[in-house]
């Protein structure tokens, strides 16, 4: 059971968008910027997402993050092929003292 | 640009020490934090811990008990030992650089925990 919770699965067609959700509470996501992760099949989590809404040099405009209260939200436009991976969101948790993640969505590309 | 790698005997047996060491390159390990993260298979991320570069370091409540970090600055390298494993120990441990976000992040390296 993972602290932040986001949907298991999602999917989109090509050319699509897609928004993939991550809820938390004031410990973690209310108080705290959250980052994004994608993890592309076998391969380590890389940086998506940082400070909420903030690309890392190399992300294409297709992703962006935005946040309202205890939630935050990936949005994927112009769904690709090679966009199929795991999505994770992440932040820290000062009730817990620790860094905390969703569980993860799965992207599937039809 | 800074790259990350982890080292380490990938099998360990149940009730002895996992060690692992990440291997920082193209920047300095001084000045920035440094985490440990793992993940079994088909699962989600679990933070381990994270050292600072002189030393300090936070540790997952959950683990506490059984992790030590520590760092070389000599060698640019930062290292995690895991006592007591357990089956429930394996996963692919990933090392990254962490301020408040995880970024890089290393290729990952699986430990298996077995007799």
């Known amino acids: 059971q993972s602290v932040l919770t986001q949907p298991p699965s999602v999917s989109a067609a090509p050319g699509q968008k897609v928004t993939i959700t991550c809820s938390g509470n004031s410990s973690n996501i209310g108080n705290h910027d959250v980052s994004w992760y994608q993890q592309l099949p076998q391969t380590a989590p890389k940086l998506l997402i940082y400070?909420?809404?903030k690309r890392p040099s190399g992300i294409p405009d297709r992703f962006s993050g935005s946040k309202s209260g205890t939630s935050v939200t990936l949005g994927i436009t112009g769904l690709q092929t090679g966009d199929e991976a795991d999505y994770y969101c992440?932040?820290?948790?000062?009730?817990?003292?620790?860094?905390?993640f969703g569980g993860g969505t799965k992207l599937t590309v039809l | 640009q800074v790259q990350l790698q982890e080292s380490g005997p990938g099998l360990v047996k149940p009730s002895e020490t996992l060690s692992l060491t990440c291997t920082v390159s193209?920047?300095?390990?001084?000045?920035?934090?440094w985490s440990w993260i793992r993940q079994p298979a088909g699962k989600g991320l679990e933070w381990i811990g994270r050292?600072?570069?002189?030393?300090?370091?936070n540790y997952n409540p959950s683990l506490k008990s059984r992790v030590t970090m520590s760092v070389d600055t000599s060698k640019n390298q930062f290292s995690l030992k895991l006592t007591f494993v357990t089956a429930a120990d394996t996963a692919v441990y990933y090392c990254a650089r962490v301020g408040f976000w995880f970024d890089p992040w290393g290729q990952g390296t699986l430990v298996t925990v077995s007799s």
């Open positions: 193209g920047g300095p390990i001084s000045g920035h934090y």
């Open positions: 992440g932040t820290w948790d000062s009730s817990l003292s620790r860094w905390v």
């Open positions: 050292i600072y570069s002189r030393g300090d370091t």
């Open positions: 400070d909420n809404n």
